[in-house]
């Protein structure tokens, strides 16, 4: 068998996807998304009820069918999961289970890691349309997926040539354009795949969005909110033998416009031109020889990066940027992992290193004069310099781990043991030490984390799992190297560590109604405790100078319960997901910044002789309580959150082999209603208004 067969098991295989082929057949089993087959999330090939764990995968599928416009628009569905910040596009962060910070939250492309964190900005620009598969782990991944992964891990695969070749298909193309109602953005792209070989696949694909400032729901106009971006996609697999495969992949998205300095907050902080750009790229190499247990081997090798450059900034972000300011994460990943099965055991092991440049410079002309009553610059020297930024330190960060897993079974009792090492080694920039040469600025950081993970199945229906995972991340380049006012960097921060419990249930069963439907449900309760918390303290009363900005100073704890239920038969398919959490910290205090509780219900019917599909899905957020600072009389004070319902409606029909037609509108009633901030999960901005959404696309 090929392995492209083998790479196509990691797809979900959800309703929504599988109805168009599987629907020709009477015969042919009806599955919902928690049927859904993933790899990447478990390292072993299992479906999400199978996993014992908070597992979720999102579809190509999934996202076409609403024509979600960004990544963070596919999360409703997923407890617990949810964005930050928003809701321009440079605006967004994953939140998963309270956790919103990059540091917190593990992204990978293709396997690679990709991150990016700056002040006021969003983590994460990719296109969605660039992916076959959304996988998410809620929770505590250290062992299989490494240090920060505290809240959770979202791992992202690129399409390739086999999500689109049809049986006997030498080569294609398929053309989309759409358009979006709510700030007249015009969208196209372009996929072109061929097997010009029976040994090679090939894809190439380019993506345009075009759009003006968006209206948000309440009929205001978001300044300074178009988008002019361009993602490229370009992916080959050459099959060696039966039993192995090479690929390399090259995926781009980037955006220039002029936009507010702040994306993920209310408040206008002044615009600047701000150039966006995230890239990567790897080669890949899969070797699973035949009657050979011992081996299942995957190495990957790749490089990603994020950059952002500001520039013409106005009013004060003119001194804040100078000519220009760039920010830069240079990341390079090797993942080797193999498993092999022996006497009832499979054995999950592997290496993972990573390299993380992260740069932080400003070219502008020296201050010569400084008005102190406005912090204002009143005169300017002549010739430009560089300089690094004390407020966006540069440095490198090296982490080395090393994974070993467990997995065997005792009669209906399933097992899963892990265990991983894992080394830091974090510099700072050659001018920084140079600056501190009495300290020793280079540190290390290094421990061990375990998990454990138990499954029974009670009958043909039931099962119930636990599992413990423990994990820490290592200080952060700026957490380490910060000099804000004058402070002194903090060397000696320690790991942060966290623990979570999860107890659960899953049920499955087919046939209940008709002859062919399933039904299937998963009960989750969580626990997670953070301990040795790195928070940063800027106030002098608080934290006098020159003491250093961060320590290991708090912790906290937060539980919850997750909920998902999904019926499907060959015409029609529910998905029903609800999530709660709450949590404190070691003062007691309300988090204040965890998501509010979410019930969210997806339902469509097939009609046409199932060429055409109908949906709708409401998602209701219940109302919070935030924190807010008073920035007159510096103190804060609780304030409501207001709950909100938001129906959306989508239709999907299918003209013939070659067209396809969506339709697609977000916030049907225009609802007015507010986002989660992006700092400190206080009220965001208003969330968009109506959006009617429409794309047809044609195969050749």
């Known amino acids: 068998m ?22 020709k057949k009477d015969t042919d089993l009806v599955e919902t998304s928690l049927d859904a087959v993933t790899v990447t999330a478990t390292r072993t090939e299992k479906s999400v009820l199978q996993s014992a ?95 920060g992964a505290l809240g959770g891990v979202v791992q992202l695969e690129l399409k390739d040539a086999a999500d689109f070749l049809t049986e006997d298909e030498t080569a294609g193309a398929i053309v989309k354009l759409g358009y979006d109602s709510n700030n007249e953005q015009k969208n196209g792209s372009v996929y072109a795949f061929a097997r010009p070989t029976e040994s090679l696949d090939l894809l190439a694909a380019v993506i345009k969005r075009d759009g003006d400032d968006f209206e948000l729901s309440n009929d205001e106009t978001l300044d300074n909110s178009a988008l002019k971006n361009t993602s490229l996609l370009f992916k080959g697999e050459y099959f060696l033998s039966e039993e192995s495969v090479i690929g390399a992949s090259f995926s781009q998205t980037s955006d220039g416009q ?46 990603s990066n994020s950059q952002v450059t500001e520039s013409d900034g106005e009013g004060m972000l003119a001194d804040f940027v100078g000519i220009e300011s760039n920010y830069e994460y240079n990341i390079t990943t090797l993942d080797v992992m193999n498993n092999s099965r022996l006497s009832g055991h499979t054995l999950t092991y592997g290496l993972q290193y990573t390299d993380q440049e992260r740069v932080g410079e400003k070219t502008a002309l020296p201050c010569e004069q400084v008005d102190y009553e406005t912090y204002r610059c ?83 229906n039931f099962a119930v799992f636990a599992n413990r995972q423990s994990g820490f991340r290592a200080p952060l380049l700026d957490e380490l190297y910060d000099q804000y006012g004058g402070r002194q960097p903090a060397l000696d921060l320690g790991l942060e560590y966290s623990d979570n419990t999860e107890v659960g249930v899953t049920f499955d069963a087919k046939n209940l109604i008709t002859d062919n439907d399933s039904l299937t449900a998963r009960f989750i309760y969580f626990d997670i405790n953070v301990d040795d918390e790195i928070t940063s303290v800027t106030s002098e009363a608080a934290n006098p100078l020159p003491a250093p900005r961060y320590a290991n100073r708090a912790s906290n704890d937060r539980d919850g319960i997750e909920f998902e239920l999904n ?56 109302a919070r309580d935030v924190q807010v600072y008073d920035r007159t009389t510096r103190t804060y004070t609780k304030q409501t959150q207001d709950s909100y319902a938001l129906v959306d409606l989508y239709a999907n029909w299918s003209l013939s082999e070659k067209v396809n037609l969506r339709v697609a509108v977000d916030n049907v009633f225009n609802k007015e209603y507010k986002l989660m901030a992006g700092t400190g999960g206080g009220i965001g901005d208003y969330g968009l208004g109506r959006n009617i959404k429409t794309q047809v696309s044609w195969r050749f």
């Not at 988090?591 to 709708?616: C, E, S």
Request: charged share 20%; aromatic share 10%; proline share 4%.
């Open 2 to 23: 090929r392995l492209s067969l083998i790479c196509l098991s990691i797809a979900a295989i959800l309703p929504t996807m599988s109805y168009a082929d599987a629907l």
């Open 53 to 147: 764990q908070a597992v979720n995968v999102i579809s190509a599928e999934d996202v076409e069918k609403k024509l979600d416009r960004n990544l963070f628009d596919t999360l409703d569905m997923i407890p617990n999961v949810s964005a930050s910040g928003g809701p321009r596009a440079a605006g967004h962060k994953f939140n998963i289970r309270g956790f919103s910070d990059a540091e917190d939250v593990l992204v990978t492309v293709d396997g690679m890691v990709q991150t990016f964190e700056k002040y006021r900005m969003g983590s994460l620009f990719t296109d969605p349309d660039l992916y076959r598969t959304i996988s998410i782990k809620r929770g505590t991944s250290t062992v299989l997926h490494g240090g």
């Open 258 to 303: 002029r936009t507010e300095f702040n994306t993920t907050d209310p408040g206008a902080w002044g615009t600047l031109y701000r150039d966006v750009d995230q890239t990567s790229a790897n080669v890949s190499y899969e070797f699973v020889p035949e009657n050979n247990a011992l081996i299942d081997l995957t190495m990957k090798l790749g490089f």
């Open 378 to 460: 009143v005169k300017y020297g002549d010739t430009p310099r560089k300089s690094e930024m004390t407020s966006h330190p540069g440095g490198s960060q090296k982490r080395t781990g090393v994974y070993l897993q467990d997995e065997f079974k005792l009669a209906d009792l399933t097992i899963i043991a892990g265990v991983r090492y894992e080394h830091y080694k974090s510099s700072p920039t050659a001018q920084f030490a140079q600056q501190f040469d009495t300290l020793k600025t280079e540190v290390s950081h290094s421990d061990w984390a375990p998990a454990i993970s138990l499954n029974y199945r009670v009958n043909s």
């Open 567 to 622: 019926f499907a038969t060959t015409m029609l398919y529910t998905n029903l997901a609800y999530s709660n959490i709450d949590g404190e910290d070691h003062l007691g205090e309300p988090l204040w910044y965890l998501p509010a509780d979410k019930l969210a219900l997806n339902a469509g019917v097939f009609v046409l002789d199932n060429a055409l599909r109908i949906g709708t899905q409401i998602t209701q957020n219940a």
